[in-house]
Nanobody
Framework: AQLVESGGGLVQAGGSLRLSCVGS???????????MAWYRQAPGKQRELVAT???????TYADSVKGRFTISRDNSRKTIYLRMKNLIIEDTGVYYC?????????WGQGTQVTVSS
């Protein structure tokens, strides 16, 4: 995979996790122009957009995660992060990293996040 996620796991409600997504196969000139995003898919539901960070650093969040999740990118490491705090059961799902440009669209294999009560 062009993008590799890590950092998922099992956590109790109210806990925190940090997800990472590395584009290690990209050269910097390919990674830096990409607009990056995190998506998630809960069991039986459609994949939904969680957060985005553009190639210029502009950030957006889904309403459901505002104030709890923080997306960031480190171009020198070809990595984006998703810091998640105050996790709730509804945050459970497979989290996918996405990178897209004018002609390309890349996805990772996903990392499972499970929030227990």
């Amino acid at each position: 995979a062009q993008l590799v996620e890590s950092g998922g796991g099992l956590v109790q409600a109210g806990g925190s996790l940090r997800l990472s997504c590395v584009g290690s196969r990209f050269i910097t000139s390919v990674f830096n122009p990409l607009h990056m995003a995190w998506y998630r898919q809960a069991p039986g539901k459609q994949r939904e957009l969680v957060a985005t960070v553009s190639n210029s650093g502009e950030i957006t969040y889904a309403d459901s995660v505002k104030g709890r999740f923080t997306i960031s990118r480190d171009n020198s490491r070809k990595t984006i992060y998703l810091r998640m705090k105050n996790l709730i059961i509804e945050d459970t799902g497979v989290y996918y990293c996405n990178g897209h440009g004018s002609r390309d669209d890349y996805w990772g294999q996903g990392t499972q996040v499970t929030v227990s009560s």
